[in-house]
């Protein structure tokens, strides 16, 4: 196995609970590095939330944020692709969530140009400014703003009602008009059709390397990283992932509390 790039995930892969990268994790991936093997961050985070992230691991690779929906490197400051939601449709998906079934059970976050706009400002809000240290952006009408380029709309709420809302809007709209998914129970997320994980790794495998999807490794935890473990030649899922994550991986490492990445870069390419 001739690997040449590993992609990982944040949350939940390399960052549990303490919202950092733990000293195994950072040394397993400094040993890789030292041996020529390309290291980036593939993420639902935000570009500016993940960039504290990309230092810790000493990156030199662009950030895949959003999804997918933006690409760009921190030390070069180019932004390589950047895919936003069509503002007609974001449009729509907010009367959607304002409907009887969804009014009052979501939290609706709203990004664009980086940046995090919402409603009001919550206990979930503040849990998420904590963890991504973004400030919000307060808007009482999220309309107001949807004439600029909206790179994602995140909703917020329990797992049930995440998950009817996610197999609901699929039917309305399929993948080649707005990409759905889940990266944690309680997170809905839509962006661009083109945009995805899978998309990104791609991109930093094929154009910027010139390397081959079986010369790449992805680390994953939940939906949203289905597409890039797919993609790589070697896809491990985390302990912590839901079973159908598990199922399209060839092997499932310990979850994020117990050093998983660091286990699984020792296991396939320290030996």
Request: glycine share 6%; aromatic share 8%; net charge negative.
């Amino acid at each position: 196995m001739d690997i040449r790039l590993l992609v990982l995930d944040i949350d939940d892969t390399i960052a549990g609970k303490s919202n950092t990268v733990s000293d195994e994790v950072k040394k397993a991936i400094k040993l890789l590095q030292n041996r020529g093997i390309r290291v980036a961050l593939a993420t639902g985070r935000m570009y500016y939330s993940a960039k504290r992230f990309h230092e810790l691991i000493a990156s030199n690779l662009p950030i895949v944020a959003y999804n997918g929906a933006w690409i760009q490197c921190p030390l070069t400051g180019i932004r390589h692709h950047h895919f936003p939601v069509a503002s007609e449709i974001a449009s729509e998906l907010f009367d959607y969530f304002e409907q009887p079934d969804w009014l009052n059970q979501l939290e609706i976050h709203c990004y664009i140009d980086d940046r995090l706009y919402v409603q009001e400002i919550t206990r979930k809000t503040e849990i998420y400014r904590q963890r991504s240290g973004i400030e919000p952006v307060v808007v009482k009408d999220l309309r107001s703003i949807l004439e600029q380029e909206t790179t994602k709309i995140l909703a917020i709420g329990e797992p049930e009602y995440i998950g009817k809302l996610l197999s609901s809007l699929q039917q309305i709209y399929p993948r080649e008009k707005l990409y759905l998914t889940q990266s944690t129970p309680v997170y809905f997320e839509a962006t661009h059709p083109q945009a995805s994980k899978g998309f990104g790794v791609r991109f930093l495998a094929e154009e910027l390397l010139e390397i081959k999807s079986d010369q790449v490794m992805a680390i994953g935890d939940n939906f949203n990283d289905l597409e890039m473990l797919q993609y790589a030649g070697l896809g491990i899922a985390m302990g912590n992932a839901p079973e159908a994550v598990k199922q399209v991986s060839q092997w499932v490492a310990p979850d994020v509390e117990n050093d998983g990445v660091a286990l699984a870069i020792k296991k396939f390419l320290l030996n």
